[in-house]
Structures are given as structure tokens and as C-alpha cells.
DNA sequence: TTCGTTGTTCGCAAAATTACGAACAATATT
DNA sequence: AATATTGTTCGTAATTTTGCGAACAACGAA
């Protein structure tokens, strides 16, 4: 899907869209917040706050990795996920910016 | 009210994740750019700016304005579309809420 | 009326997303 | 070796998303 790319704002533009699809799930915004509040991160107590499939559960996890939100790591037998804190914050600068964006007067609209 | 009490401003994380849905695809964060951006808010300028069928343009405003993100009003023979500016703030703050709920200190992960 | 302009809607196809159970892999324990 | 625990991956199905061209609707102008 490489339509609307343009020179000057290719990068943040997609980049954004990438981080917003991620979060665009009630279970990946509830798992992401789960991460973010709580003192534990491993993958039996993310499934069991969900009412969803535990393949399903992996699945989102997945895509989650795969925006760069989390990361995850094998700690034998158990797999922890954390908030990848760097992206985070650049998520946070992304969406923050992208919103502040909007001037205070539009000569079309007001 | 107790100053310490968890969750005193609270997200919806539906609407959220709604937001960040409606968000999630390339050609719809260049149309909220556009709009948040410039002078020009007519369907024909935004169909202009980006590569893809004016039915797909059409497409995507629609969404964006299910969301909540924008309105369209007929301007004859024109469409306007504005940034919808309280539904737009209100997608701020839970952006910016959600993200800076995350603990600097994590027992888990740190 | 006929034409041109502006966008939406329809109908369809291809691709992606969401979800699940079952099978599997890796490891520790009995 | 057999069993239990923890998650991932596979195969599949249902639904949604994305995208397009064509048809359509509403209007003003010739």
C-alpha cells in the first residue's frame, strides 16, 4: 500500500499511519495500557485480562512488535512484552506534533 | 476527591482506538494534514493532492467523518470538509493522556 | 433541453484483518 | 520417558478494508 507517499512528508506521514493502525484495536490499546499502568508484562497475564483466544492474544502481541510499540523477550519458560519506550515517546512527539499541527485560523473553514 | 485516585481523567479506550483507526492508513493522515494545514478544503483540492480514484478519496472522507475528525458540508456544486476542532482536541488529549500514562519506573521490564 | 461540473454511491474484486481450535516447540518436572 | 507449562504457528473461515470504474444525482450555464 504505497499510494499517497509524498517526498516532503513521506516519512512522518507513514510512519504515523503505521503507529495509528497498531493502536486502531480496542484489545491492542487495552493490552498497550496494561503494559504501560501495571507491574507485570508476561504473556498469561495479558491473555487473561482479555476475553479473546490466546492465539488471538499472539497474534495482536505480533502486530504490536511489528509497529514498534513493544518488544518481546523469551525468559524461559514465559515470554515477557514491554513497552519499547524510545518509539514510544517518538509515537507520542508523532501524534502530539501531527495534532498540534492545525492552525488557529483557517480562511476555508471558519 | 482523593488526589491519587487512578484514572480520575479517564479514556475511553474505544473511542481511542477509534481515533487511532480512522488514523491508520497513509492517504486518510494526508487528508487530516491537508485540511489541518492549508486554505483549501473542497473535495476536488483533496482529490487533487493525493494519487488514488476520487470514489477512494470519497471513500476516506467518509470515514474521517465517521470518526468524528471532520465534518462535510455541501457547498454547491462543492463539498467542504473541516477539521472537526472540538472532536480534534478531544482526540489530543486521549493521544496524549494515553501516552503519558506509561510509569517511568516498571517492575517488570526495568 | 442539453451540457458540463462536482462528488457520491453502487457493484465488484482483491487483499488484509480478526478470530479460533488444534498442533506444535521448548523447557522443566515427575 | 511421560507429563505439564508456556506461547507460537498453522490452517481455516468470516468479515472488513481498500480500490476502481461506471453510473448516478444535483446543480448551474449555454
Known amino acids: 500500500m504505497n499510494c499517497c507517499e509524498k517526498q516532503e512528508y513521506a516519512i ?14 480496542p484489545a491492542r490499546i487495552a493490552i498497550l495500557s496494561f503494559l504501560a499502568n ?7 497475564d495479558i491473555n487473561n485480562e482479555l476475553p479473546i ?15 514498534g ?3 518481546g523477550t523469551i525468559e524461559v ?4 512484552y514491554c513497552i ?10 508523532y501524534f502530539n506534533t501531527f495534532f498540534a499541527s492545525l492552525k488557529e485560523k483557517d480562511l476555508c473553514c471558519d
Open 53 to 67: 483466544a490466546k492465539a488471538t492474544v499472539s497474534q495482536h502481541l505480533k502486530e504490536l512488535k511489528e509497529s
Open 84 to 93: 519499547h519506550r524510545e518509539n514510544w515517546a517518538k509515537a507520542q512527539v
Open 38 to 44: 501495571l507491574d507485570s508484562c508476561y504473556f498469561g
Open 69 to 71: 510499540l513493544i518488544t
Open 77 to 80: 519458560p514465559k515470554v515477557k
Open 12 to 25: 512522518d506521514n507513514e510512519q504515523l499511519a503505521r503507529f495509528a493502525k497498531a493502536m486502531g484495536h
